[in-house]
């Protein structure tokens, strides 16, 4: 995110533009929390995790009252032209204001990548990588003592990153909210890699499948005499995010904030700027916000393929 803000910056201070930070999201625009940033405010930041002007959940900004005292401040402040990056909740948000006529422009951001309008969103591949590198700690202890392990990866409802994140790992077995597995399939699942000849397991679950960590170690630990092996969960939860943006992060945040600009620079406003097959493209906000993204469960295949 700091390198989408540093790219808004620059590219609106390129256009001759005042530039304005938001601090705490869609919390310090009802607050009018603003922060005027010059050329040199966002150097040094490209590497930092996270974003700078901070950032928050915003309940009153679900109610009406909250989305119209934010248009008076932005009105009352002379901003004109709002870049909105974030995920499902800030796009509604961004939609919400360009639904009362406010020029805003929205910028894909967010680890779950389950946002309609970008094939990728900016985060997505730096939480992917430090899935990746836990997974192939927790494959070296599994294979050098024989064990079966879970990770549980964050995506709220989304099964994109622990899917990605199984192909890429080598993972055994993945479970995800799109394509669930119950708990006695695992299990068999996870006796046939043994049977196979594997000495060890390791199973990726996103935090939304119905049977998460919680369940599926309480079955595995209810049926061990049973089943004949152990389950040890790790869940990632945050520290999946936090990591140092990798290159194509800040590659995709450094386009998508420099489009978003461009776009506000020519008019075009309530869209969401992505990657749209491969390139940098718009979509409108109202399409974004009532379109659900939607993950290729041919990928489930390959990950089972490959799993052999
Ligand atoms: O949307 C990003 C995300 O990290 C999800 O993967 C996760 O479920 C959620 O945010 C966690 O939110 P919070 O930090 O507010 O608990």
Redesign the pocket.
């Known amino acids: 995110m700091n390198a989408a803000v540093r790219a808004v910056t620059r590219a609106g201070i390129e256009q001759g533009w005042e530039v304005y930070g938001v601090r705490s999201g869609y919390s310090g625009l009802i607050g009018g929390s603003f922060r005027r940033l010059l050329v040199r405010d966002v150097g040094g930041l490209m590497q930092q995790a996270g974003t700078f002007l901070g950032s928050a959940?915003c309940p009153e900004f679900r109610m009406d009252e909250g989305k119209d005292t934010a248009l008076h401040v932005l009105n009352r402040e002379g901003i004109e032209g709002l870049v909105v990056i974030g995920?499902?909740?800030s796009q509604t948000g961004a939609h919400a204001l360009a639904e009362r006529g406010f020029p805003v422009v929205g910028v894909a951001s967010?680890?779950?990548n389950?946002l309609y309008g970008s094939e990728i969103t900016i985060?997505v591949d730096t939480?992917l990588n430090i899935a990746l590198e836990a997974i192939d700690r927790l494959k070296a202890t599994a294979s050098s003592h024989g064990r079966a392990f879970l990770v549980e990866v964050?995506?709220?409802h989304?099964g994109y990153?622990a899917l990605m994140a199984a192909i890429a790992g080598g993972a055994e077995a993945v479970v995800i909210p799109e394509r669930e597995v119950d708990p006695t399939e695992l299990a068999e699942q996870l006796r046939a890699c043994y049977q196979r000849g594997k000495s060890h397991a390791v199973v990726v679950v996103a935090?939304?499948a119905r049977h998460n960590a919680g369940t599926l170690v309480r079955h595995f630990e209810e049926n061990r005499a049973r089943l004949g092996f152990e389950l040890r969960a790790t869940i990632l939860g945050?520290v999946?995010?936090g990591g140092t943006p990798g290159a194509f992060d800040r590659l995709l945040a450094t386009r998508l904030g420099a489009a978003a600009v461009a776009s506000l620079a020519h008019g075009r406003h309530g869209v969401l700027m992505g990657l749209v097959r491969g390139e940098v493209g718009a979509t409108p906000l109202a399409e974004v916000v009532t379109h659900q993204k939607t993950i290729d469960l041919e990928l489930f295949e390959l990950a089972r393929v490959m799993a052999q």
């Open positions: 959940r995920g499902n909740g967010t680890i779950d389950d985060g939480a964050m995506g709220r989304c990153l935090e939304g945050h999946q995010r």
